[in-house]
């Protein structure tokens, strides 16, 4: 049984106990891959950030996160038994630095005062690539990337190489609030394939998993070959 580990959601990243930094990320793709895996019989693992969304299914085991720190608590403890990583959380960039003199930003509030105020940021870690450069072998990591559609490919192609992903899922900027999803499956050698046009969220979870599915037979057939070339 294939297991499958995917991440959906936002990260939330406070300021303070009452103010945080986020994105519009729904998760509702990842809920859809998660209940649609699950339907095939694959074992489901769902990371999911703060979200109102939650799986149909109720053989997903899904464990919530809020902010990129405890997504990559989650990760860690939890990619090394997967079989395919999906990753489609919208994980924050940059994260807010505490000011040195406040131990714990969620037990205080920043006052207004006049004028004007910055917020210090750092770079979060970048999540997938980290977990890519332990994976084992035989393992199968998806990353996605939202680009602007004039550079969409190459900007996707070398999203994929650095980051060492098997397929990457590019889907230009408009995909952000749209009812449907247009995408490109990019693997090292170039584009596998490209949707019909914009399609459900629902139809894109059988694509995608139906992508998926045939490349991890195509690696375990060229696993056999180069097996049996050894002998
Ligand atoms: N990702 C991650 N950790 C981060 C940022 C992104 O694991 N700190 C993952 C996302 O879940 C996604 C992939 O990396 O699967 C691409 O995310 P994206 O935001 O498009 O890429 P960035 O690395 O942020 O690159 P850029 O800002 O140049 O677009």
């Known amino acids: 049984m294939t297991r499958l580990l995917i991440t959906a959601g936002p990260t939330h990243e406070p300021i303070d106990a009452v103010r945080y930094l986020g994105n519009r990320s729904s998760g509702r793709l990842g809920v859809k891959l998660a209940d649609e895996a ?11 950030g703060p979200t109102p969304m939650a799986c149909e299914s109720t053989q997903v085991a899904t464990h919530r996160f809020r902010t990129t720190a405890d997504l990559q608590g989650l990760l860690s403890e939890h990619a090394p038994q997967c079989d395919v990583l999906v990753m489609a959380a919208a994980v924050a960039d940059y994260r807010p630095i505490p000011p040195a003199d406040v131990e714990d930003v969620e037990r205080v509030k920043i006052r207004r005062t006049p004028g004007r105020m910055t917020l210090d940021l750092e770079a979060t870690p970048d999540l997938l690539a980290e977990a890519a450069s332990k994976r084992r072998p035989g393992q199968l990591f998806v990353g996605f990337a939202l680009e602007p559609a004039a550079t969409l490919l190459d900007s996707g192609k070398a999203k994929l190489v650095r980051k060492g992903l098997d397929l990457l899922v590019a889907n230009p900027l408009d ?16 584009v596998i394939d490209e949707t019909p046009g914009s399609i459900s969220k ?30």
């Open 38 to 48: 699950s339907r095939r019989g694959w074992d489901v693992t769902l990371l999911l």
């Open 175 to 190: 995909t952000m609030d749209a009812a449907g999803i247009h995408a490109w499956l990019l693997a090292p050698a170039g």
């Open 202 to 231: 629902a139809a894109f979870a059988s694509w995608l998993l139906d992508h998926i599915a045939a490349k991890r037979s195509d690696n375990a057939q060229a696993g056999r070959e180069a097996a049996s070339t050894d002998r």
